[in-house]
């Protein structure tokens, strides 16, 4: 497993832009595809988007066209760039680290970061 230290979040208005950073130290191979979560109150946590190391990408429909992840694979370090917010985007943000394209009981998980999008 990694340690992950996520930055970024807050508030912001409808239509707004906010982005998350997280950085990874630890297992190289564990950190092979890094991706966002979320888990909105009352609700189930969701993938937003992963990112493989060599920059294969998967998003959620919902995000699709408006949320972009990249990586910066030297600084081991996962980045989500969210436009167009709206207020359902609101969640708690959790960076995911794994050695294995598909979530297993061994991912690394950030403690989270808030996003609220609300006028």
């Known amino acids: 497993q990694v340690q992950l230290v996520e930055s970024g979040g807050g508030l912001v208005q409808p239509g707004g832009s906010l982005s998350l950073s997280c950085a990874a130290s630890g297992s190289i191979v564990s950190t092979n595809v890094m991706g966002w979560y979320r888990q909105a109150p009352g609700k189930e946590r969701e993938l937003v988007a992963i990112i493989t190391r060599s920059g294969s990408t998967n998003y959620a429909d919902s995000v699709k066209g408006r949320f972009t992840i990249s990586r910066d694979n030297a600084k081991n370090t996962v980045y989500l760039q969210m436009n167009s917010l709206k207020p359902e985007d609101t969640a708690v943000y959790y960076c995911?680290?794994?050695?294995?394209?598909?979530?297993?009981?061994?991912?690394?998980w950030g403690q989270g970061t808030q996003v609220t999008v609300s006028s």
């Open positions: 995911n680290a794994r050695a294995f394209y598909i979530a297993t009981s061994g991912d690394s």
